[in-house]
């Protein structure tokens, strides 16, 4: 049957690209961070989809858990080949082809399953990089690196999580053939979760409790091999697997490990920082934080994607809303398209202005982070706190509120948005996973909040706070609000403000349960509560600035009027419609009159209005290739309809005019005299 798909675009998208009152290439170069960079990840993007099966990505969902992952093995295979000739051919011997771009958001949709060896290059590398020594890298860390041998970082195990140093596996120094003993002594001690550990690595970095003469010394770093190099049999002393079918990720193989008197060599402790001699002697590391710094840069990853996840449901959806016609808004007069519908626009809109929001947030959170990864490399570490919280606060509110938008876009799609078709569950499944991965949600918030104690302490003492938490002195010092403006600075002021009053009020109430004797612990868990109101706002507060820093910035001057204005619009409406939802804590501080409510009211009314012509222009901006969505509803030509009608064709459940079932089931059935 041929295709139903029309090779022209929809007239209804194409008159709301005409109708943008900027260009939405300027959005797009500006949202890859440059002309270059723009015109490198559409080159990168065309080599990579040549000979790509198109209808192999509609094809996956139809098939068995194993199936899935083979194929997804595969097509992790075949893009890397395609990657390592690109980079012979373009710039031999680098490596922002490959491995650079493995994992990253320019290949999505090449390995729609979910990459067994993401986590390889995502965590283990980097993490192998900032643990080794050069000689321990240089023997086993580059191998990796080359994909030579693969790997993963296995830390979460079945009874323990973000809890590290409830970890349970152990590996015991023995003095006698300077050796560590690796085990896992009951079954909540098993690794679980970790990425490509089912069947797709032969080697992980473990983290597991040191033990020398039986005294812990806490969770460190180990390099196992757990399978053969050349049969890939797992070795002896080693119980490995695939934990299971899972709400998405379905080609990750994410896997379980067990161990039983498994010993490897004293040199595979990853030893950069702390270390074990010859005998047993044992030198700390400088700051206990560099553990878990790999899990840091892994918050910093899971921030950035999330935004461009909510930025790929808010085009799928935009585009949609563009082309589905529905309710008259006036009796006698043609359905219009649902994107006139102020409601629909309430649903879309502010999810694009999120996706900037947090962009942006996350682009400064990666600045912080280099900055401190070189203080770390010259033995400072007085900013790992400060980076720490904020990479927890991002990772928190990104993937919070990209979980809550891709659901509220699937809604606003209708029953279509609930197609696998749609991706728009696939892109669900994938934002939701992030927010208990790399860290449980309210645990991060908990350990933000036991921050903002320390920095309100500390600030109460004279002490000199990290700009992301000077405002807790400022309010210190100037406790009254002030005057209710309603400007973006205003707004940015308000939020910072809650923030400091909820630190503030939460200091108190642990301040009152020490007092009566409380342990700082018990008096810790019985303000959580307080804690997490405290680290959310605080994150919003960081976002509202970075929002507006770039917005107002010195970089305006680098844009033309016109996308000026656009971006304008969207912080409008982010501050605006965020700062409504944020009343409850707002109001508890500042006082507003119902005049400043209903102000805000009409501002976020007159932001939709202003933004409804701009829309589609600014998903385009976004600059998702076809392949990247991988949805009937959202693709570029805007023929929602026919791809939908397409996909269904193309189920393999239609490809027999009467199933199975009806002759081994059904038909005896009706036909019996039951």
């Known amino acids: 049957m041929s295709s139903v798909i029309p090779k022209t675009v929809n007239p209804d998208l194409q008159k709301e690209r005409n109708a943008a009152s900027f260009k939405s290439e300027e959005f797009a170069a ?4 440059g002309e270059e960079k723009l015109k490198f990840n559409r080159g990168v993007r065309t080599y990579l989809s040549k000979d790509f099966d198109l209808n192999a990505l509609g094809q996956l969902w139809y098939k068995s858990h194993e199936d899935i992952f083979e194929a997804s093995t595969k097509a992790a295979i075949d893009l890397a080949k395609k990657l390592r000739v690109l980079q012979e051919e373009r710039n031999p011997g680098g490596n922002d082809y490959w491995p650079g771009l493995f994992d990253t958001p320019v290949t999505w949709g090449l390995v729609p399953g979910g990459n067994p060896f ?15 020594t050069d000689e321990q890298y240089k023997e086993f860390g580059s191998k990796i690196e080359n994909f030579q041998a693969t790997g993963t970082y296995a830390q979460t195990e079945l009874g323990h999580g973000t809890f590290l140093r409830g970890l349970e596996m152990r590996a015991d120094y023995d003095p006698k053939t300077d050796e560590f003993l690796l085990n896992t002594p009951k079954i909540t001690s098993y690794k679980w979760w970790p990425g490509g550990l089912g069947h797709s690595s032969n080697h992980c970095m473990v983290m597991a409790q040191l033990y020398i003469d039986n005294k812990s010394k806490g969770p460190h770093m180990f390099y196992v091999q757990v399978r053969d190099e050349e049969t890939h049999e797992p070795l002896p002393g080693i119980h490995i697997g695939d934990i299971g079918k899972k709400m998405g990720f379905h080609g990750v193989n994410n896997g379980f490990l067990g161990m039983k008197n498994v010993r490897i060599p004293r040199t595979r402790m990853l030893m950069r920082h702390a270390q074990v001699h010859e005998g047993g002697k044992y030198v700390k590391s400088p700051a206990n934080v560099l553990t878990y710094y790999a899990m840091v840069r892994t918050r910093c990853v899971v921030a950035k994607n999330n935004a461009l996840m909510l930025a790929a449901a808010a085009t799928i959806s935009t585009r949609y809303s563009s082309v589905r016609r529905q309710s008259p808004i006036n009796p006698n007069e043609p359905e219009p398209q649902i994107i006139d519908h102020v409601t629909q626009q309430l649903k879309l809109f502010p999810e694009i202005a999120a996706s900037v929001a947090y962009r942006l947030a996350s682009d400064y959170l990666w600045q912080l982070y280099d900055v401190t990864l070189d203080d ?10 400060e980076l720490h919280s904020l990479s927890c606060a991002l990772k928190v509110l990104c993937s919070a509120d990209s979980t809550a938008g891709v ?9 279509h948005g609930y197609l696998s078709a749609s991706n728009l569950c696939h892109l669900y499944s994938n934002a939701t996973a992030a927010c208990t991965y790399e860290g449980e949600n309210t645990v991060l918030l908990l350990q933000i909040g036991r921050f903002l104690m320390k920095s309100w302490r500390a ?43 909820k ?15 409380q342990t700082e612990e018990e008096a810790a868990n019985h303000t959580g509560i307080e804690f997490t109101q405290a680290g959310e706002l605080h994150g919003r507060a960081f976002v509202f600035g970075s929002f507006v820093a770039e917005v107002t910035g010195p970089n305006a001057k680098k844009r033309s009027a016109s ?65 990247q969505l991988n949805s009937a509803l959202g693709s570029y030509d805007g023929n929602a309809y026919e791809r939908i009608f397409d996909s269904a064709l193309k189920n393999p459940l239609n490809q027999k005019s009467v199933p199975k079932s009806f002759h081994s089931y059904l038909k005896p059935f009706v036909k019996s005299n039951i």
């Not at 500006?30 to 961070?33: E, F, H, T, V």
């Not at 986590?119 to 192998?128: F, I, P, S």
């Not at 301040?511 to 009566?516: A, M, T």
């Open 30 to 33: 500006w949202w890859a961070g």
């Open 118 to 132: 993401g986590v390889m290059y995502v965590m283990l590398v980097n993490a192998l990089k900032a643990q080794c």
């Open 376 to 385: 770390i490399n010259n033995g400072k570490y007085q900013r790992l706190p």
């Open 407 to 415: 659901e509220r876009l699937r809604l606003a799609c209708g029953g």
């Open 459 to 501: 600030s109460l003492s004279g002490a000199t706070l990290a700009p992301t938490v000077s405002y807790l002195t400022e309010v210190q010092k100037n406790p009254e609000f002030g005057t209710w403006t309603g400007s973006w600075e205003n707004l940015v002021k308000a939020m910072q403000y809650a923030a400091a009053n």
């Open 503 to 517: 630190t503030r009020t939460a200091f108190k109430s642990l301040s009152k349960r020490l007092s009566i004797g």
């Open 563 to 627: 996308l000026n204005r656009v971006l304008e619009l969207l912080l409008e409406l982010y501050l605006v419609n965020e700062t409504l939802k944020q009343l409850g804590h707002l109001l508890q501080f500042i006082n507003l009159t119902d005049t400043d409510l209903s102000q805000l009211q009409d501002r976020l009314e007159h932001t939709l209005t202003k933004l409804r012509p701009e829309a589609v222009a600014i998903v385009d901006g976004f600059d998702f290739s076809d392949i």
